[in-house]
Structures are given as structure tokens and as C-alpha cells.
């Protein structure tokens, strides 16, 4: 994970009430962004190509699912799906739980 990816979604983290804070409620109950411009921004921001994202969503699904279930057809699904993982990836460094408890 790209180190400037890393901090902004640690602090959007930060951002959340320490009883929110959890993977459901800051990474999975909504988008994180809206809209495909808007993510195609956030993909030029933090130099990543979206064939390379493509690559890292799909080993994420392979690894958790054992398959690939979800189409990258837009830079939205895209990037909230990135997005996920790596707020997965950063709450199990934190040790942040992953629903509300």
C-alpha cells in the first residue's frame, strides 16, 4: 500500500468517533467516494493505475474468496473496493474491530 494512500485513510480513521471506529462503519456502510470523476482523481493523486488496482482488488478477492467476484467496470466500484481492503489491512494493524460490537 502506497504510503500516501496509508495516511489519508488513517486519518479518516481518526475522523470517526472512537466508538465508530470499525471496519463496517468507516469502510463498508457507505462509499468512501462518490462519483467516477472523483475517483479517477483519487487514482491520479496517489499515482495509481488502474490496472494495477484492478490487480490488487482481484488477489484481495482471491486470497479472502477464493475467486474473483467483483467486476471493475468503473472507477467508483474500483476504488471504494481498494479502498476496503486496505481499510481492512489498516484496522488489523490498529486493531480496530471490523463490526460494530
Known amino acids: 500500500m502506497k504510503q500516501s494512500i496509508k495516511t489519508e485513510l488513517t486519518e479518516h480513521i481518526n475522523d470517526f468517533n472512537k466508538e465508530d471506529r470499525n471496519h ?3 469502510f463498508n456502510q ?3 467516494l462518490i462519483g467516477y470523476y ?3 482523481q483519487w ?3 496517489h499515482d495509481l493505475d488502474i490496472f ?3 490487480s490488487i482488488c482481484n488477489q484481495y478477492e482471491e486470497e479472502n474468496f477464493g475467486e474473483i467476484q467483483t467486476q471493475f467496470d468503473n472507477a467508483e466500484t474500483l476504488v471504494n473496493n481498494l479502498v ?4 481492512q489491512d489498516i484496522c488489523i494493524e ?4 471490523f463490526d460494530k460490537e
Open 52 to 54: 494495477e488496482a484492478i
Open 24 to 26: 463496517f462503519t468507516m
Open 43 to 45: 487514482l491520479k493523486k
Open 30 to 32: 457507505d462509499y468512501y
Open 38 to 40: 472523483n475517483c479517477k
Open 94 to 97: 490498529l486493531e480496530l474491530p
Open 84 to 87: 476496503y481492503w486496505y481499510g
